[in-house]
């Protein structure tokens, strides 16, 4: 979705990827505001994600999950960089990608993310992801209800609260109608990665979403202070969802922060 092979290399290019349940769709604002503004912008459908056409109940790897985006990075015309942005668990994505792909990303941005040094041990993550007492999930059963769950995705009663709190009423409503269930067991192969001294001496940028019911505020602190990035940027009003409860704020800082990379 969005953009062609990139081939112009004078032209900043922006990649963009979903977290859990989310895809390539969600990121319709952002792009549209960064082609008109003379940008280049495409955002990935992982494996299982978006119109991706395969079961997201199937795909039990992470390398698996994140197969179209690193195509996408190995498809890039020799020193021609990317602009990577990932959102939510996605940052586990653009992890991974920033140490595969280390010498196509020019810089990474990390939005109410999940930002873990590669060789870490520690995540700041509590895996029950139990927010306050509420079962806000729902689980799937690709393989029978008698074997572990496959997939997860919000119950449609709380997507509102916690990801779509401040966000135009349509973009919820559109959005309930392309959730699919996020592949647990890919999932779980997150933040799994060596030391990687080279991918450390690219930028990293945090954007933090300060009216998130998701991701605490505190606990994307905890993320900061653990691996403090180049910059760090707070969206006010933000829920979870900043591509559609602030977009324009959102572009804003995007090209606030491209404008220190030193090209
Ligand atoms: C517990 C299963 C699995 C997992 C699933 C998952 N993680 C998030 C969602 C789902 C279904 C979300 O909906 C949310 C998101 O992407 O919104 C668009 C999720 C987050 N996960 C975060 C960090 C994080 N998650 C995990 C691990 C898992 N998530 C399980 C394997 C880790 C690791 C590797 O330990 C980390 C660091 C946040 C960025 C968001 C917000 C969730 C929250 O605050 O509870």
Request: glycine residues 8%.
């Given at each position: 979705?969005?953009?062609?092979?990139?081939?112009?290399?004078s032209?900043?290019?922006?990649?963009?990827?979903?977290?859990?349940?989310?895809?390539?769709?969600?990121?319709?604002?952002?792009?549209?505001?960064?082609?008109?503004?003379?940008?280049?912008?495409?955002?990935?459908?992982?494996?299982?994600?978006?119109?991706?056409?395969?079961?997201?109940?199937?795909?039990?790897?992470?390398?698996?999950?994140?197969?179209?985006?690193?195509?996408?990075?190995?498809?890039?015309?020799?020193?021609?960089?990317?602009?990577l942005?990932?959102?939510?668990?996605?940052?586990?994505?653009?992890?991974?990608?920033?140490?595969?792909?280390?010498?196509?990303i020019?810089?990474?941005?990390?939005?109410?993310?999940?930002?873990?040094?590669?060789?870490?041990?520690?995540?700041?993550?509590?895996?029950?992801?139990?927010?306050?007492?509420?079962?806000?999930?729902?689980?799937?059963?690709?393989?029978?209800?008698?074997?572990?769950?496959?997939?997860?995705?919000?119950?449609?009663?709380?997507?509102?609260?916690?990801?779509?709190?401040?966000?135009?009423?349509?973009?919820?409503?559109?959005?309930?109608?392309?959730?699919?269930?996020?592949?647990?067991?890919?999932?779980?192969?997150?933040?799994?990665?060596?030391?990687?001294?080279?991918?450390?001496?690219?930028?990293?940028?945090?954007?933090?979403?300060?009216?998130?019911?998701?991701?605490?505020?505190?606990?994307?602190?905890?993320?900061?202070?653990?691996?403090?990035?180049?910059?760090?940027?707070?969206?006010?009003?933000?829920?979870?969802?900043?591509?559609?409860?602030?977009?324009?704020?959102?572009?804003?800082?995007?090209?606030?922060?491209?404008?220190?990379?030193?090209?």
């Amino acid at each position: 979705m969005g953009g062609g092979d990139g081939g112009d290399d004078s032209v900043l290019h922006f990649v963009f990827v979903h977290g859990a349940s989310h895809g390539a769709w969600c990121w319709y604002k952002l792009t549209t505001l960064l082609d008109a503004a003379g940008f280049k912008a495409t955002s990935v459908d992982l494996t299982g994600a978006g119109i991706n056409l395969t079961d997201s109940n199937t795909v039990v790897d992470f390398e698996h999950y994140n197969r179209p985006l690193f195509s996408l990075l190995s498809d890039l015309p020799p020193h021609h960089k990317i602009i990577l942005v990932g959102h939510s668990i996605g940052g586990g994505s653009v992890t991974e990608a920033l140490c595969k792909f280390t010498d196509k990303i020019s810089m990474v941005v990390y939005l109410a993310a999940d930002m873990v040094q590669p060789g870490s041990t520690s995540s700041p993550h509590d895996s029950t992801m139990a927010v306050g007492e509420e079962d806000i999930w729902e689980f799937t059963y690709g393989e029978g209800d008698d074997k572990p769950p496959t997939g997860m995705l919000m119950k449609e009663e709380f997507r509102r609260h916690y990801y779509y709190s401040q966000s135009p009423l349509e973009d919820p409503t559109l959005a309930c109608k392309l959730l699919r269930p996020a592949p647990l067991r890919a999932l779980n192969g997150a933040d799994k990665l060596a030391p990687n001294p080279e991918a450390e001496k690219v930028p990293r940028v945090y954007i933090k979403t300060a009216k998130d019911n998701l991701f605490d505020p505190l606990r994307q602190d905890r993320v900061v202070e653990k691996w403090p990035p180049s910059q760090l940027y707070i969206l006010e009003e933000s829920d979870h969802s900043a591509f559609f409860s602030v977009p324009t704020t959102l572009f804003a800082y995007l090209l606030r922060a491209v404008s220190f990379l030193q090209l």
